[in-house]
């Protein structure tokens, strides 16, 4: 199991951006064991068990750029969610609390941890995550409003033309800002980043590959889209 912690950053001197949040992983309709919610004060908490699901709502978290993010991989205690993901129990439960508090000193501001006793190859699938994630996260944070407008665009287009009269600009307009937004970067980064995740958690768990835990990467990779083109 994925367990995703997101703690709210400058919580004490901004508004609560938690319904929001909220609001914004309802709308992706990200697959979920125990659906996010707040757990205390300015906190989220989900547990999902795809590593396309857990990479879905970090990207989701990200654009929204207010969060510090933690993953824990791991066991979860058997039924402690059954009435939410606050009432969860369970290794992974620890690690995504150390994670989230991790991810605080981090520039990504996303942090992936695995049990402190599953052993160092889980760790080292753990961190080359995380270490991906600093890359991808840095080009959605740093990504502007007009920039996610042309990619937004291109996603529900047929081609970057039509995307182009929607917004009102060239094509050429738009091929620059899907350029600067590096948005073929960061998805050619979505198959690695999902195959590190379940790395980490067969190594965690100790499952091993004939489970499906592995086999399920190359399904869950995000099919091209407009902007990718």
């Known amino acids: 199991m994925y367990v995703l912690t997101i703690d709210q950053r400058h919580s004490r001197t901004s508004q609560d951006r938690v319904p929001r949040l909220l609001e914004a992983l309802a709308e992706a309709e990200v697959p979920c064991v125990a659906a996010f919610e707040r757990t205390a004060g300015d906190e989220v908490q989900g547990l999902l068990d795809e590593p396309a699901a857990v990479r879905a709502a970090l990207l989701t978290t990200l654009r929204d750029g207010d969060w510090h993010c933690g993953v824990g991989v791991g066991e979860v205690d058997d039924d402690s969610f059954a009435t939410g993901t606050r009432a969860g129990r369970g290794p992974a439960y620890l690690a995504a609390r150390e994670a989230v508090e991790a991810a605080k000193s981090m520039p990504g501001s996303v942090a992936v941890r695995v049990p402190g006793d599953s052993g160092e190859e889980s760790t080292a699938w753990a961190a080359d995550c995380e270490a991906v994630w600093t890359l991808v996260a840095g080009l959605v944070l740093e990504r502007t409003e007009a920039q996610w407008r042309a990619v937004d665009a291109v996603d529900r287009s047929p081609t970057q033309a039509a995307a182009a009269e929607e917004l009102g600009i060239t094509p050429t307009s738009v ?23 379940a790395g980490a958690h067969a190594a965690a768990t100790g499952a091993g590959p004939g489970d499906g835990t592995r086999a399920r990467v190359g399904s869950d990779a995000t099919p091209e889209t407009g902007a990718d083109r």
């Open 175 to 197: 091929a620059g800002a899907l350029r600067l937004a590096h948005i073929r970067q960061e998805r050619a980064a979505y198959p690695a980043l999902d195959r590190l995740l």
